[in-house]
């Protein structure tokens, strides 16, 4: 089969991986510690957006409240909650076969960019991808348009052909449209089919035989 798209950047949270169990607990760490209750409702909407957006619009909280929170979060979070996360199934295969034909691949995540190659590294994912593009170091509201735009503007992507970006987050649309190349979003991890649908998307993959299905021709 051949290549819809040369060059492929993928989400990470909600898209190669399912990070849910690893971000709760450490978010139940950092609140528990703050004497706050963690909202139950609450952990599904944290994943994909940068954590301090999520604990200011779902907490409230703010200045030297929210810096603590995000200290204690990390302290947790680098030793044990990185670890508890697992790939979607199908990921695997996908990503050796789209490599096998010549894609270039790469992450474009808000994760930081150490963090993700650990992750991608404890599943082998990382023999697929060429890079991981992430913020600056600290960066709590970084913008993946501007990843993206960063990642485009470099080799081997610049004029490689035709680029899309695979994402679970309405954030994930925007930013590939921001930057005039496709978006797949993916409805397996964390987002909302409406609201992706809503975003501009281009394709919506219920799966990854999905992505399969619109990633080769």
């Given amino acids: 089969m051949a290549l819809r798209y040369r060059s492929i950047f993928w989400d990470l949270d909600g898209t190669l991986t399912d990070p849910r169990e690893g971000i709760e607990r450490s978010v139940r760490f950092a609140l ?15 994943i994909g957006p940068p954590l301090a957006r999520s604990l200011r619009e779902l907490y409230g909280l703010h200045g030297d409240v929210l810096a603590t929170a995000l200290a204690l979060y990390r302290e947790r979070y680098s ?21 096998a034909a010549g894609a270039r691949m790469a992450v474009a995540t808000l994760k930081p960019a150490a963090m993700a190659r650990r992750i991608l590294a404890q599943f082998s994912l990382d023999r697929y991808l060429e890079t991981v593009y992430a913020p600056a170091p600290f960066d709590e509201d970084a913008d993946k348009g501007a990843i993206l735009a960063d990642a485009l503007s470099q080799s081997p ?39 992706l649908r809503t975003s501009g998307a281009t394709y919506l993959a219920a799966g990854p035989a999905d992505l399969r299905t619109m990633l080769f021709r």
Avoid: C, K, Q
């Avoid at 030793?79 to 490599?99: K, T």
């Avoid at 035709?162 to 309405?170: E, K, L, S």
């Avoid at 994930?172 to 397996?188: C, E, N």
């Fill in 32 to 46: 528990g510690r703050l004497g706050i209750a963690a909202r139950d409702d609450a952990f599904g909407r944290m």
């Fill in 79 to 99: 030793v044990v909650g990185w670890r508890e996360n697992r790939p979607y199934p199908g990921i695997a295969p996908l990503l050796a076969d789209l490599a």
């Fill in 157 to 195: 992507w610049h004029g490689s052909g035709p680029a899309v970006m695979v994402g679970d987050h309405p954030g994930d649309v925007d930013a590939a449209l921001r930057v005039g190349i496709d978006a797949v979003g993916v409805l397996y991890g964390y987002g909302n089919e409406a609201t």
